[in-house]
């Protein structure tokens, strides 16, 4: 049973720029879950897609978006890149319907903007 | 708006040592409780979780957390740290439920072991 996968693992991109990380759920989730961990802080919550939609969404910039397929995978796009948006992003799953209450993270994509 | 303190940033053990991390929680209501583990340069693995009923939990890795309602707290414990231990430690509280189920984190305690 594959758990939550992220692709890619690593990304350098230059300021300014618009960046697509990509998230497929463990196997039976339908739940997916962003977050962006900070160096040395922890994971701060962006937002969450059930049923293809935005159904939850942190503190953070429209410059964040992101969205759901049919299949459940995920993406998170960033636009307009800032050197402050160099973090972990993390990926969690989980089942809505037994109460989504527990989230299964992926390794994470590592990101740097210079 | 909940809130979670994890107030030691880093904690040094000797291996066989009892170990005990810290995590206070502001919520009015009862939130689900969570720990998890974190190893350099990776993603988090769930240690152990609180919903209802037992105010004592067992996970996995021999680690266990106890909930105190009356001191909002969710300690984590171990009896005996092997040096495989040392990671990042990470206090979660989420409100669950149908209308989404964010986890809110603490910064972390880092744990080292000594052998």
């Known amino acids: 049973d594959a758990g939550v996968t992220q692709s890619p693992t690593h990304l350098i991109k230059t300021r300014g720029q618009q960046v697509t990380l990509r998230c497929s759920p463990k196997s039976g989730h339908d739940t997916v879950s962003w977050y962006q961990q900070a160096l040395g802080q922890g994971p701060q919550f962006i937002f969450q897609y059930y049923e293809e939609e935005e159904r939850q969404r942190g503190n953070f910039p429209d410059r964040f978006s992101g969205h759901q397929f049919p299949n459940y995978s995920s993406e998170l796009n960033v636009n307009a890149l800032l050197l402050g948006d160099s973090a972990l992003y993390l990926c969690?799953?989980?089942?809505?319907?037994?109460?989504?209450?527990?989230?299964?993270f992926g390794p994470g994509t590592r990101l740097t903007v210079t | 708006a909940q809130s979670v303190t994890q107030p030691d940033i880093h904690i040094t053990v000797s291996e066989g040592a009892s170990l005990e991390l810290r995590c206070n929680y502001s919520?009015?209501?009862?939130?689900?409780l969570f720990w998890y583990v974190q190893s350099p340069g990776q993603g988090l693995q769930l240690l152990l979780k609180y919903f209802s009923g037992d105010t004592l939990v067992q996970g996995i890795k021999g680690f266990e957390a106890e909930f105190k309602r009356s001191q909002s707290s969710f300690n984590l414990r171990k009896p005996s740290v092997h040096w495989s231990d040392a990671a990042e430690y990470f206090c979660a509280v989420g409100l669950g439920g149908g209308g989404g189920n964010k986890l809110t984190f603490g910064t972390g305690t880092q744990l080292k072991v000594e052998l």
């Open positions: 919520y009015g209501a009862t939130p689900y």
């Open positions: 969690a799953s989980s089942f809505t319907l037994w109460g989504g209450y527990e989230q299964y």
